[in-house]
C-alpha cells in the first residue's frame, strides 16, 4: 500500500497568518490527491481534489498543489473557522486508497 | 441538498455483529457509488469499503483489515446502504461514516464529496 505521511503533525498559527501543509506518497501517486478538513466532532468535508482544483463552495484562501510524490495544502490568510484538523488521501487506482495522518492546526 | 444519515451504532461484545445503515436523499441514490470510512477515537481516518452502483455491476470493494467480516449492501427502493459487520474486535471501534464516492474518468478509485455524520460502534466486553 502506498503511504501518506503528513507534515506537521500539529502547528499553531495566528489568525491571518499563512499555513502550509505537506503531504508526501511513499511512491508516485500523479495528481490523484485529496484534502479534507475536519472540525472536532464533525464529519470532514472535502477541500482539494486533484492535487490542486478547488471543491465549490471552498473559499478561495485554499489552494492545493504538488504532483508525483509531494504535495502541500496552503491556507493563504487563516480565519477563525480554520482551525481544524487536515488530512490528505491518496486516490492512485494501482493501490488501496489511504489517508495520511492528519495535522492538527491550532490557534497561536 | 445531499443528505445522509446514518444509523445502528451502539455498544457491542467481541466477536459480536452490528448492521449500520445510511439512509440518503438530495441525490439519485441509485447512480451513486458508496462507501464507509471510519475513525477509532482519537485518530485518522480509514477507508472500510465500496460499492458500486447496479450499472456498474454492484460491485463490493474492501479494506484489508475488515474482508471477509464486513459486507456492504444497498437497498436503491429504499436509498439505503448497509454495513453488515460480523467476528467484531476492540480494534473495530469507532464512528462509521457513510459517504458517496467521487472518481475521476478511467480511475475507479474514489475520494469522498459527501459525508454522513457518523454512528459510533464500541466494541468492548
Redesign the interface.
Known sequence: DIQMTQSPSSLSASVGGRVTITCRASQSIRS?L?W?Q?KPG?????LI??ASSL?SGVPSRFSGSGSGTEFTLTISSLQPDDFATY?C?H???YS???????TKVEIK | EVQLVESGGGLVKPGGSLRLSCAASGFTFFNARMSWVRQAPGKGLEWVGHIKNKFDGGTRDYAAPVKGRFTISRDDSKNTLYLQMNSLTTEDTGVYYCTTDRFEGNNETPYFDSWGQGTLVTVSS
Not at chain 1, 464533525?42 to 472535502?46: D, E
Open positions: 490523484w485529496a479534507y475536519q464533525k464529519a470532514p468535508k472535502l481534489y486533484d471543491e488530512y488521501q486516490y492512485n487506482p488501496a486508497l489511504t489517508f495520511g495522518g492528519g
